[in-house]
């Protein structure tokens, strides 16, 4: 055994949920901070696309690399969560892209019927995000 483990087993339960509160925050921040670098990035990068003093191709190895950026940090997210912190993200996630199919489908079916427009994307974007975190958030608050 480790010093590390030894200390670690001495740690008091509270003790051992400040530090993977920590950790866990830690790293969220890291997590935002990369995404921003990224988002400015991407932002730098089109500008320059659009100025004409960049290749348009240039936007594929950046959008490229931001997809396995999110997919990695979800994935290490979820790995580091607890079972009722997923189970709350899995139900969130759930009940939003199903608020997006129906949101999408009945905007696309009005669209067909001349009662609306096509499907602007942000709107729907904006009702999924927020159906997400709500469920979210009442599973949270133990509103099962």
């Known amino acids: 055994m480790t010093q590390n483990d030894q200390q670690t087993s001495a740690e008091s339960g509270e003790q ?8 866990f925050w830690s ?33 594929y190895p950046i959008l490229a690399v931001t997809i396995i950026g999110f997919i990695w940090f ?9 079972e009722l912190d997923l189970m709350d993200n899995l139900w ?4 939003g892209m199903y608020a997006y199919v129906i949101i999408t489908t009945s905007w696309m079916l009005f669209e067909q019927a001349g009662i609306t427009g096509a ?6 974007l904006t009702a999924t995000v927020a159906i997400s975190l709500i469920a979210y958030t009442a599973r949270r608050l133990g509103l099962r």
């Open 119 to 124: 499907p602007q994307h942000w709107p729907i």
């Open 92 to 95: 969130g996630n759930t009940i």
């Open 74 to 82: 979800s994935y290490l997210y979820y790995m580091r969560i607890d």
């Open 16 to 23: 051992k949920l400040a530090r993977r509160k920590r950790s």
């Open 27 to 59: 790293f969220v921040l890291l997590g935002t901070v990369i995404a921003g670098v990224a988002g400015f990035a991407s932002g730098f990068v089109t500008s320059r696309v659009e100025q004409g003093l960049i290749s348009e191709w240039a936007i």
